[in-house]
């Protein structure tokens, strides 16, 4: 998975991440903590399970429901056209 190759991200002032691509159906608006998934899942090339073990490390919490969360934020984006590619179901 990656994001559509037409994606512009933006991180606001706020801390919160601004997505477009023209194939989506609008803009897309993630919290702070949505920001730090998405940059984490960039650094470890869109592995979801290297992802999810390194903000576990990070947060303090178990590996497996930040895995569940990673994959139901994923599984919207790539419905919704802003990431691409074969989607890494967790479960």
């Known amino acids: ?7 512009k991200a933006t991180i606001l002032p ?3 991440l601004q997505l477009y691509s023209p194939r989506a159906k ?5 919290d702070p ?9 960039q650094r470890y090339d869109w592995d979801p399970q290297a992802a999810a073990e390194e903000l576990a490390t990070h ?3 178990d590996v497996n429901e ?14 919704a056209g ?4 074969p989607v890494n179901r967790a479960n």
């Not at 609008?26 to 993630?30: A, E, I």
């Not at 930040?66 to 419905?79: E, P, R, S, Y």
């Open 1 to 7: 998975m990656r994001a559509a190759v037409d994606l």
């Open 14 to 16: 706020d801390g919160c």
């Open 26 to 30: 609008g803009w897309y608006r993630c």
């Open 33 to 41: 903590i949505g920001t730090v998934m998405w940059l984490v899942l």
């Open 59 to 61: 947060w303090h919490t």
């Open 66 to 79: 930040i895995l569940a969360d990673i994959d139901m934020w994923m599984h919207i984006f790539h419905i």
């Open 82 to 85: 802003v990431v691409t590619g």
